[in-house]
Protein backbone atom coordinates (compact mmCIF):
# COMPACT_ATOMS: atom_id res chain seq x y z
CA UNK A 1 0.00 0.00 0.00
CA UNK A 2 1.56 3.89 -0.52
CA UNK A 3 -0.09 6.51 0.47
CA UNK A 4 0.37 9.98 -1.77
CA UNK A 5 0.56 13.85 -0.57
CA UNK A 6 0.41 16.38 -3.52
CA UNK A 7 2.01 20.09 -3.18
CA UNK A 8 2.73 22.91 -4.90
CA UNK A 9 -0.62 23.99 -5.64
CA UNK A 10 -1.39 27.77 -6.27
CA UNK A 11 -2.69 30.72 -8.30
CA UNK A 12 -1.01 31.57 -11.04
CA UNK A 13 -0.79 33.95 -13.86
CA UNK A 14 -1.43 33.19 -17.59
CA UNK A 15 1.48 31.94 -19.45
CA UNK A 16 3.41 31.42 -16.12
CA UNK A 17 4.58 28.11 -14.78
CA UNK A 18 4.24 25.72 -11.49
CA UNK A 19 5.55 22.49 -10.32
CA UNK A 20 3.46 20.27 -8.61
CA UNK A 21 5.22 17.06 -6.45
CA UNK A 22 3.42 14.19 -5.04
CA UNK A 23 5.47 12.47 -2.02
CA UNK A 24 4.74 8.74 -1.79
CA UNK A 25 5.15 6.12 1.33
CA UNK A 26 6.71 3.09 1.45
CA UNK A 27 9.87 1.41 0.37
CA UNK A 28 8.67 -0.10 -2.86
CA UNK A 29 7.91 3.33 -4.90
CA UNK A 30 9.66 1.34 -8.32
CA UNK A 31 6.86 -0.80 -8.69
CA UNK A 32 4.38 1.87 -8.81
CA UNK A 33 3.07 3.65 -11.89
CA UNK A 34 2.45 7.22 -11.46
CA UNK A 35 0.09 9.31 -12.76
CA UNK A 36 -1.32 12.68 -12.78
CA UNK A 37 -5.64 13.27 -13.41
CA UNK A 38 -6.87 16.67 -13.04
CA UNK A 39 -10.28 17.74 -12.26
CA UNK A 40 -12.07 21.05 -12.85
CA UNK A 41 -15.41 22.00 -11.33
CA UNK A 42 -18.21 20.60 -12.95
CA UNK A 43 -16.31 18.15 -15.12
CA UNK A 44 -14.93 14.22 -14.58
CA UNK A 45 -11.59 13.89 -13.71
CA UNK A 46 -9.03 13.13 -16.61
CA UNK A 47 -6.04 12.59 -17.47
CA UNK A 48 -2.80 14.97 -17.88
CA UNK A 49 0.20 12.74 -17.56
CA UNK A 50 1.83 9.20 -16.62
CA UNK A 51 4.66 7.77 -16.31
CA UNK A 52 6.46 4.16 -16.17
CA UNK A 53 7.98 2.74 -12.97
CA UNK A 54 11.30 3.46 -14.19
CA UNK A 55 10.67 6.76 -15.97
CA UNK A 56 11.63 5.68 -19.29
CA UNK A 57 8.22 6.16 -20.98
CA UNK A 58 5.77 9.14 -20.27
CA UNK A 59 2.45 9.58 -21.79
CA UNK A 60 0.10 13.43 -22.34
CA UNK A 61 -2.96 14.55 -23.00
CA UNK A 62 -3.06 16.57 -26.16
CA UNK A 63 -4.30 19.14 -24.07
CA UNK A 64 -0.98 19.65 -22.04
CA UNK A 65 1.57 17.92 -24.18
CA UNK A 66 4.30 20.49 -25.02
CA UNK A 67 4.00 22.42 -21.96
CA UNK A 68 3.83 19.63 -18.79
CA UNK A 69 6.75 17.48 -18.14
CA UNK A 70 6.10 14.42 -15.77
CA UNK A 71 9.51 13.34 -14.42
CA UNK A 72 9.46 11.07 -11.48
CA UNK A 73 12.89 10.37 -8.77
CA UNK A 74 12.48 6.20 -7.57
CA UNK A 75 15.33 7.54 -4.83
CA UNK A 76 13.27 9.95 -3.12
CA UNK A 77 9.88 8.26 -3.70
CA UNK A 78 8.65 11.49 -5.39
CA UNK A 79 6.64 12.51 -9.01
CA UNK A 80 6.46 15.89 -10.24
CA UNK A 81 4.79 17.68 -12.64
CA UNK A 82 6.74 21.05 -14.24
CA UNK A 83 3.92 23.23 -15.60
CA UNK A 84 4.39 26.14 -18.13
CA UNK A 85 2.46 28.33 -20.24
CA UNK A 86 -0.43 27.86 -17.71
CA UNK A 87 -3.68 28.49 -19.18
CA UNK A 88 -6.99 29.70 -17.61
CA UNK A 89 -8.32 26.04 -18.76
CA UNK A 90 -6.02 24.71 -16.66
CA UNK A 91 -7.86 25.46 -13.92
CA UNK A 92 -8.32 22.48 -11.63
CA UNK A 93 -7.81 20.06 -8.49
CA UNK A 94 -4.68 17.95 -9.71
CA UNK A 95 -3.95 14.42 -8.26
CA UNK A 96 -1.02 12.39 -8.25
CA UNK A 97 -2.50 8.58 -8.58
CA UNK A 98 -0.05 5.14 -8.34
CA UNK A 99 -0.68 1.58 -9.59
CA UNK A 100 1.40 -1.61 -8.22
CA UNK A 101 2.41 -3.54 -11.33
CA UNK A 102 4.68 -5.81 -12.59
CA UNK A 103 4.06 -4.90 -15.53
CA UNK A 104 7.56 -3.59 -18.10
CA UNK A 105 9.70 -1.11 -16.94
CA UNK A 106 8.50 1.33 -19.72
CA UNK A 107 5.22 0.30 -19.16
CA UNK A 108 2.58 3.23 -18.39
CA UNK A 109 -1.51 3.65 -17.82
CA UNK A 110 -4.17 6.61 -19.12
CA UNK A 111 -6.86 5.24 -17.70
CA UNK A 112 -7.54 6.12 -13.91
CA UNK A 113 -10.17 3.50 -13.70
CA UNK A 114 -6.09 1.86 -14.31
CA UNK A 115 -4.98 3.13 -10.86
CA UNK A 116 -5.85 2.07 -7.05
CA UNK A 117 -4.01 4.92 -4.90
CA UNK A 118 -4.60 8.81 -4.94
CA UNK A 119 -4.00 12.05 -3.20
CA UNK A 120 -6.00 14.72 -1.77
CA UNK A 121 -5.39 16.61 -4.68
CA UNK A 122 -4.06 20.28 -4.87
CA UNK A 123 -5.63 23.52 -6.40
CA UNK A 124 -4.22 25.10 -9.27
CA UNK A 125 -5.65 28.34 -10.51
CA UNK A 126 -4.74 30.17 -13.67
CA UNK A 127 -6.16 33.70 -13.60
CA UNK A 128 -6.41 35.15 -17.45
Known amino acids: QVQLGESGGGLVQAGGSLRLSCAASGRTFIMYAMGWFRQAPGKEREFVAA????????GYADSVKGRFTISRDNTKNTVSLQMSSLKPEDTAVYYCAARFTYSSNNYYYRDRSDYTYWGQGTQVTVSS
Open 51 to 58: ISRSGGST
